[in-house]
């Protein structure tokens, strides 16, 4: 395979959970002490934000799309595969199921699109994130004076944003008002 243009394209590379920043700040520092910035050509980690409240205040956080994956534009030629899976976290790269260990399965155009395009609307909407919640679910406060507490949803204004949660205070049913960045789906049902 020669090094032209055509050969680059967009990898996914499976990282440990967590990990993904480091995978990102190590591969860049790689492409500078090896000089292969014509082989690699972007290292990107999907990105979304959210809205949550600490302390009072609507804040904008960040956190990982895809947590345990980051997209690498490359030229997979050579020795750049090795580099890749050697990376302190990498697991490995997205494959077929039936390709080889050390092959690695390009990401089609529209993919690509789809992700990229994603990452650029999350810049500019954050509201995308926004839940929708129902009466009957089981959330988790995550702000104020009754944060880490489980609740019952009983009540949803979504024009307002806010919602009545019954909670249980000193084994009595008692309801809260709160908005929708005071709480966050309780997945531990």
Not at 29 to 37: F, G, N, V
Not at 92 to 98: I, R, S
Not at 103 to 120: F, I, K, M, S
């Amino acid at each position: 395979m020669s090094n032209n243009q055509q050969d680059i394209q967009w990898y996914v590379v499976k990282a440990i959970g967590g990990k993904e920043k480091k995978v990102r700040d190590y591969l860049e520092a790689e492409i500078r002490t090896l000089k292969l910035q014509d082989y690699i050509k972007q290292v990107l980690i999907p990105i979304e934000k959210y809205f949550a409240v600490r302390n009072g205040k609507k804040v904008i956080k960040e956190r990982v799309s895809y947590p345990g994956y980051v997209l690498v534009q490359c030229a997979f030629v050579g020795e750049i595969p090795h580099i890749l899976r050697n990376i302190p976290n990498v697991l490995g790269f997205l494959t077929d199921e039936k390709a080889a260990a050390m092959t690695a399965t390009p990401l089609r155009e529209a993919e690509v699109n789809r992700l990229l395009g994603q990452v650029d609307s999350m810049e500019d909407d954050v509201t995308l994130n926004e839940i929708s919640f129902e009466v009957g679910e089981t959330i988790k406060v995550t702000d104020g004076p009754f944060a880490s507490f489980i609740g019952t949803i009983e009540t949803v204004d979504n024009t307002r944003k806010k919602l009545t949660v019954a909670v249980k205070i000193f084994g009595r049913k008692t309801p809260l008002d709160l908005s929708f960045a005071q709480v966050e789906k309780d997945l531990g049902e």
